[in-house]
């Protein structure tokens, strides 16, 4: 999970477990039955088992460009790739990110307090701790950039938050963001401006649209706001649903080749569900932009109409990238392994791995799709 900005959260870690929570209308103490039999996998590897990290690496720089060219320094990757927990933990200190440790989840399975040698959350993390696992009390893990304006505890380093006794795997995974945050940084951008650009675009959009009127000028502004929030949108989904993809596609990717070890086995579940969650979202733009593009020419507006043209290119190329990777991941790891990750039932699988971050996807799609605009007809 990762959170940045006012109330705005991006992005979550892999290993949140999808519960009912991401229907409205579940049932709390069923969802933390659910956690309860969660196997955490902290019991196949101990705190030291695994390498000595590549402290040579620290200095490196070897930028890679990973899916939705998101890009990342490949050496901090490599220097804990095949590193005991111990390790980790160390070398991440030296990369300007804190490790915290969360109070760890209940459950009966076998469990091994991997983390327990983190340091204690501050106080303002605790409070995000607990908001957040108030309504989603399967997280695993969250990570939160550094600077964040509410929180004087990310004051020049980010913070990882991370159960006690959950596995290695989450820890990468909040690396990851980690390591793509830093280069967002170094390319001079903010993730916090990002996200409150497409909420500022959304809102802007809504307004023009509740004014009612009927006249040429404001159908452009309409129309002019529909492109832009469409902008905003990508870029906000970038460090959301799209990110989560490109870090569970790269992590297993890894582990196949045998360069990311001392981590459990995984499944492709939560990238495909963040792979439908952001699929939706586009197809509503789509739709929406179809519509004005194909007013815009009934108008004869042509700058409109070639500006809606280019909002529609880019959106579709980004929804043909996602089911690229959705259809080449589909093979990757069978879906029937989630069983013997979790130890529930396999007709249990769609209940496990995801729902901080479906949940919250899910919230940010339905506002789009329930997204009012005029009928200009």
């Known amino acids: 999970m990762r959170l940045n900005g006012p109330g705005v959260l991006l992005s979550t870690t892999a290993l949140t477990l999808f519960l009912g929570a991401c229907n409205p209308k579940s049932d709390k103490a069923y969802e933390e039955n659910l956690v309860y039999n969660y196997d955490s996998q902290s019991c196949l590897y101990d705190f030291d088992q695994g390498n000595r990290a590549q402290a040579s ?5 070897e930028i890679k460009t990973a899916a939705f060219n ?3 320094n490949m050496s901090h990757f490599a220097a804990v790739a095949s590193a005991s927990v ?3 933990l160390s070398f991440m200190s030296k990369t300007g990110v804190r490790v915290y440790k969360a109070p760890k989840i209940q459950t009966n399975q076998c469990e091994r307090n991997l983390f327990e040698s983190a340091a204690e959350m501050p106080a303002d993390l ?3 701790w607990k908001e957040v696992v108030g309504s989603r009390p399967g997280t695993m893990g969250i990570y939160f950039g550094k600077n964040d304006p509410r929180l004087p505890s990310t004051r020049g380093d980010g913070a990882i938050l991370i159960r006690e006794n959950t596995n290695r795997w989450t820890l990468v995974h909040e ?3 980690h390591l793509f945050e830093v280069r967002t940084q170094e390319k001079g951008e903010d993730s916090n401006v990002l996200a409150q650009q497409y909420l500022t675009d959304k809102r802007r959009l809504i307004d023009i649209s509740g004014e009612g009127a009927s006249d040429i000028e404001y159908i452009k502004r309409i129309m002019a ?5 469409s902008s905003s949108y990508d870029n906000y989904m970038l460090h959301f649903s799209l990110e989560e993809m490109t870090i569970e596609k790269f992590l297993m990717e890894q582990q196949e080749q045998g360069v990311l070890k001392y981590v459990p086995s995984h499944d492709s579940y939560y ?5 439908d969650i952001a699929l939706n979202g586009y197809e509503e733009l789509v739709d ?3 519509t004005f593009k194909i007013y815009a020419d009934s108008l004869s507006l042509k700058e409109e109409e070639v500006m809606l043209s280019a909002s529609l290119d880019t959106v579709n190329k980004r929804i043909i990238e996602i089911k690229k990777i959705k259809n080449r991941t589909g093979t990757l790891r069978a879906r029937g392994s989630i069983a013997s990750i979790s130890g529930l039932a396999p007709n249990s699988q769609e209940l496990i791995l995801g729902c901080a971050h479906s949940e919250q996807a899910q919230e940010i799609v339905e506002s789009l799709r329930d997204l009012k605009l005029p009928d200009l007809n």
Do not use: G, I, V, W
């Not at 690496?57 to 720089?61: A, D, G, M």
């Not at 990238?271 to 792979?275: F, Q, S, V």
């Open 57 to 61: 690496l620290l200095y490196n720089r």
């Open 70 to 72: 998101k890009e990342f």
């Open 86 to 88: 111990r390790e980790t």
């Open 126 to 128: 605790s409070q995000e």
């Open 175 to 177: 690396f990851m963001h």
């Open 225 to 229: 706001a529909l492109s832009q929030m």
């Open 271 to 275: 990238l495909l569900k963040n792979a």
């Open 288 to 290: 929406k932009l179809e």
